[in-house]
C-alpha cells in the first residue's frame, strides 16, 4: 500500500493547489492554537478549504478541547477530518461522533516515552487515527505540534504494531530522512509542515525530493 501523504499548514489557495499536484492526499488547515507555525485566520481556512478538491481530505487542526466548540468548528469550515492536537475527555469522541456522523476524529499522540504508547492504545478505541507527533503539551505554553522535531521512531512503530486503527508518522520529517521513517514505522500516511518549505512557503524542489523519496 502507498504510503499516505499530508501536507500540513497550508496558507493560501495556491499553496493547496501546489501540494496536491505532487500528490498530497490530504491538507492540513490549522486554526488558532497557543503555539506552533502555520496558524491562519477563520476567513483564510474557509477561502481555502472551498477550493480543494473533493478526492482530497481536508483535516481542521484544532486545539480545542470542549465538545461543543469542536462540533462548531467542523460546521462552521467542513473539513472531512478533525485533527486533535490536544487531549480531551472521553465523551468529546463520543459527543462529535453522535453530532457529526461519517466525520473522521484524528488523535494527536505527542510521542514523548513509551508511556505515549498506553495512551495511543487508549485513545484509538474513540478516533478514526493516530498522528505520532513531537511536540510537549505538559509546558506552560503547550507545544501541539509543529516543532520539526523527530521524535523516537521505534516508540512509534510500537504504537502502529498496537493500535488497529490509521496512523500518520509526523515530527520532523523532510525528503533526506522520510524513507527511513516509513521503513522503520511503516504508517498509514505520513505529515508534515516546515520540511517542505523554504522561508516558511511551500518549496517545489523539496516537494518534489520528498514524494520521489516515498514513493522509492
Known amino acids: 500500500m ?4 499530508k501536507i500540513c499548514c497550508i496558507s493560501s489557495i495556491t499553496e493547496a493547489k501546489l501540494a496536491v499536484s505532487y500528490g498530497a ?4 488547515l490549522v486554526s488558532k492554537m497557543p503555539s506552533g507555525p502555520g496558524v491562519i485566520s477563520d476567513r483564510k481556512i474557509l477561502e481555502i478549504i ?3 478538491p473533493d478526492n482530497i481530505d481536508t483535516f481542521l487542526l484544532t486545539s480545542e478541547n470542549d465538545s461543543e466548540e469542536i462540533i462548531l468548528q467542523q460546521k462552521k469550515f467542513k ?5 486533535l492536537v490536544d487531549e480531551v475527555n472521553t465523551d468529546v469522541y463520543i459527543d462529535i461522533k453522535c453530532e457529526l456522523p461519517g466525520i473522521n476524529i484524528v488523535q494527536v499522540v505527542h510521542v514523548t516515552d513509551e508511556s505515549s504508547i498506553d495512551y495511543a492504545v487508549r485513545v484509538s ?10 511536540g510537549n503539551p505538559g509546558l506552560s505554553v503547550k507545544e501541539l505540534g509543529g516543532t520539526g522535531r523527530v521524535h523516537n521512531w521505534n516508540i512509534s512503530r510500537m504504537i ?4 488497529d486503527v490509521p496512523v500518520y508518522l509526523a515530527g520532523g520529517l523532510n525528503p533526506e530522512n522520510v524513507r527511513e521513517a516509513i521503513e522503520t514505522v511503516m504508517p498509514y500516511g505520513v505529515d508534515l509542515c516546515s520540511g517542505v518549505r523554504t522561508n516558511g512557503k511551500l518549496d517545489k524542489i523539496k516537494l518534489k525530493n520528498f514524494f520521489q523519496a516515498v514513493n522509492t
Open 2 to 5: 502507498n504510503t499516505k501523504v
Open 25 to 28: 492526499n490530504a491538507l492540513g
Open 50 to 52: 472551498e477550493t480543494i
Open 79 to 83: 473539513p472531512k477530518t478533525l485533527q
Open 125 to 134: 478505541e474513540f478516533a478514526d487515527g493516530i498522528l505520532l507527533d513531537s
Open 160 to 163: 502502529r504494531e498496537s493500535v
